[in-house]
């Protein structure tokens, strides 16, 4: 019995592509590139390479626009704190919202322990900010909106470009975590017209332990990790060059062949979706019918439990996730899903289904072929029998 990976949401593989690329720089091009010798400069080369070629991938007018982490927390980390703390005598309100990453709701959290006021936005029954919401949100002390360009358990899209004009025309900071979005979606800065972007190397093909952050020229930002000032003084630390060469190869791979993966993808979740759906009782779609990540799948199951159902889909060779990687230790439900207004029901039977490169039509079939034994099984040695018109779907 082979693994059937479903939960590219969490991490991908690193393509060979990126491996390829990765090589030479762990045992030929070695050097700190911050040192003034031979193999140094050729380190500092290569690091300068992948920074231009992201800066042209994201559009971006300068390399200096190009700050490299250690991943995406980091990076999230160092936007809003970073602009938070620059800021602090302008204002001290942070808009974001209640269906954020937690690296997002943890550091906003954080600061309002410094003094920071937060406002965390509802979403709608899909788990989306409208543009009138964050509008109505908005305050003379506001210096900062943090919004996810995509939701990392549900796929819903937000209107991210029209978010962050609404930003730009009251002169306020606007960041989105588009973590997920890296892979899938536009991230051309410039005509997104944000302010600050978050990405990250293993959602996309490329190693662990890299990401980076966009910053718009002219943005304030004080850095979060001293030491000797390297990425411009904003992220002290010898750069990964391994890790940082093979994300920008992944990046390049990653929005040269988008819009055929998303035609791809998208007909493979639809299939898996109507499969679901239309062969299995008591169950729904989270997130935008429509609006929504090409690979993304999340369901609710009433009367199971999410964490059996991934267990017993684990024996059968598939690998998936119950909502967030980053919070598969806990057993409370996802918070994503209880913010889009469902029931506790719902949200603690949801399974999320990640589609990737490898996964092929063949392993939507048989998804759909297992899926309904085991909700079956589980149905029959579970305490609850709710019926769909007792429990209320999207309350708000």
Same mark, same amino acid.
């Given at each position: 019995?082979k693994?059937?990976y479903l939960?590219?949401a969490?991490?991908t593989?690193?393509r060979?592509? +990126? ?5 030479? %720089?762990?045992?030929?091009v070695y050097?700190n590139?911050g040192?003034?010798?031979?193999i140094?400069?050729k380190a ?5 390479k992948?920074?231009?070629?992201i800066k042209?991938l ?9 700050i ?8 999230i980390n ?7 703390r620059s800021?602090k005598?302008k204002?001290n309100?942070?808009?974001t919202?209640? +269906?954020?990453?937690?690296a997002?709701?943890e550091?906003c959290?954080y600061?309002? !322990?410094?003094?920071?006021?937060v406002? %965390?936005?509802?979403p709608?029954?899909y788990g989306i900010?409208s543009v009138?919401?964050?509008?109505r949100a908005?305050k003379?002390n506001?210096?900062?909106v943090?919004?996810m360009?995509?939701n990392?358990?549900i796929g819903s899209?937000? =209107?991210i470009?029209?978010?962050a004009?609404?930003?730009k025309?009251?002169?306020i900071?606007?960041?989105?975590d ?6 899938l979606l536009?991230i ?5 017209n944000?302010?600050l ?6 959602k996309? %093909?490329? =190693? ?11 943005i304030l930002?004080k850095p ?5 000032g390297?990425?411009?003084g ?5 750069e990964n +060059?391994?890790?940082? /060469?093979g994300f920008?190869?992944a990046?390049?791979l990653?929005?040269?062949e988008r819009e055929e993966e ?6 493979l979740?639809k299939k898996?979706?109507?499969g679901i759906l239309?062969?299995i009782?008591?169950t729904v779609?989270?997130?935008h =019918?429509k609006n929504?990540l090409?690979n993304?799948?999340?369901i609710?199951?009433?009367?199971i ?6 267990? %017993?889909?684990n024996?059968h ?5 119950s909502?967030?990687?980053?919070t598969?230790k806990?057993l409370?439900p996802?918070?994503v899903?209880?913010a889009?207004?469902v =029931?506790?029901e719902?949200a ?5 289904i990640?589609?990737?490169?490898k996964?092929?039509?063949e392993?939507?079939?048989l /998804?759909i072929? +297992?899926?309904?034994k085991i909700v !079956?099984?589980?149905?029959?040695i579970?305490?609850?029998n709710?019926k769909?018109?007792?429990?209320k779907?999207n309350?708000r």
């Amino acid at each position: 019995m082979k693994d059937i990976y479903l939960d590219h949401a969490a991490t991908t593989y690193v393509r060979e592509e +990126v491996l390829k690329e990765m090589e030479k %720089y762990f045992t030929e091009v070695y050097g700190n590139p911050g040192s003034f010798n031979s193999i140094g400069l050729k380190a500092k080369e290569a690091l300068d390479k992948a920074r231009d070629k992201i800066k042209e991938l994201l559009n971006a007018p300068s390399e200096k626009n190009i700050i490299f982490t250690s991943g995406g927390t980091e990076s999230i980390n160092l936007a809003i704190k970073g602009v938070a703390r620059s800021l602090k005598k302008k204002g001290n309100h942070i808009i974001t919202s209640k +269906v954020e990453h937690h690296a997002v709701l943890e550091t906003c959290k954080y600061l309002e !322990e410094e003094g920071f006021e937060v406002t %965390y936005l509802d979403p709608d029954q899909y788990g989306i900010i409208s543009v009138e919401k964050l509008e109505r949100a908005i305050k003379s002390n506001t210096i900062l909106v943090s919004l996810m360009y995509a939701n990392n358990e549900i796929g819903s899209i937000n =209107p991210i470009k029209e978010l962050a004009e609404i930003c730009k025309s009251k002169r306020i900071y606007f960041h989105t975590d588009a973590c997920q979005a890296g892979g899938l979606l536009n991230i051309d800065a410039k005509e997104l017209n944000i302010d600050l972007m978050t990405l990250n190397s293993s959602k996309l %093909y490329g =190693p662990k332990g890299v990401g980076l952050l966009y910053i718009k020229t002219g943005i304030l930002i004080k850095p979060i990790i001293h030491g000797g000032g390297q990425e411009f003084g904003l992220r002290s630390g010898t750069e990964n +060059v391994p890790g940082i /060469m093979g994300f920008a190869k992944a990046l390049e791979l990653a929005q040269l062949e988008r819009e055929e993966e998303n035609k791809r993808l998208g007909k493979l979740s639809k299939k898996l979706t109507e499969g679901i759906l239309n062969n299995i009782p008591k169950t729904v779609l989270n997130g935008h =019918p429509k609006n929504r990540l090409s690979n993304n799948v999340n369901i609710s199951f009433l009367d199971i439990e999410g964490e059996a159902l991934l267990l %017993y889909l684990n024996e059968h060779g598939f690998c998936a996730s119950s909502g967030s990687a980053c919070t598969s230790k806990t057993l409370d439900p996802s918070h994503v899903i209880i913010a889009t207004g469902v =029931p506790y029901e719902f949200a603690h039977g949801s399974l999320r289904i990640t589609l990737g490169k490898k996964t092929s039509e063949e392993d939507i079939n048989l /998804m759909i072929s +297992v899926l309904p034994k085991i909700v !079956e099984k589980l149905r029959l040695i579970s305490p609850f029998n709710l019926k769909m018109e007792e429990v209320k779907i999207n309350a708000r």
